[in-house]
């Protein structure tokens, strides 16, 4: 089994970053598929930004390109998500995920590993 537990969220005014880490435990997931998805209130989960493999394979939502940044600390079994240019559409509950298997996804679907959210909100 694979425990992830996120960390870094908070408040942030527009324009800010923040980092959100990712840590795993239970198995080394450095050759595992793992993703950021984010959750507003009253919507549903979505993809944000996914990473796979040595040769740093990312996919990221048109939405967050440019802006977000996906990273990987294999030494500590560890996923980044480095956020810059908030703005306040930004705000939602982020939550790391990760799979078995090979190739990015990003359907919520897909991942059978799930940490229990780090609350982000952007605001003036």
């Known amino acids: 089994q694979v425990q992830l537990v996120e960390s870094g969220g908070g408040l942030v005014q527009p324009g800010g970053s923040l980092r959100l880490s990712c840590a795993a435990s239970?198995?080394?997931?450095?050759?595992?598929?793992m993703a950021w998805f984010r959750q507003a209130p009253g919507k549903e989960r979505e993809f944000v930004v996914a990473a796979w493999g040595t040769g740093g394979y990312t996919y990221y939502a048109d939405s967050v390109k440019g802006r977000f940044t996906i990273s990987r600390d294999n030494a500590k079994n560890t996923l980044y998500l480095q956020m810059n240019s908030l703005k306040p559409e930004d705000t939602a509950v982020y939550y790391c995920?990760?799979?078995?298997?090979?190739?990015?996804?990003?359907?919520?679907?897909?991942?059978?590993?799930w940490g229990q959210g780090t609350q982000v909100t952007v605001s003036s």
């Open positions: 995920a990760a799979r078995q298997g090979v190739g990015l996804r990003v359907t919520s679907q897909d991942y059978g590993y």
């Open positions: 239970g198995r080394t997931v450095s050759s595992y598929p």
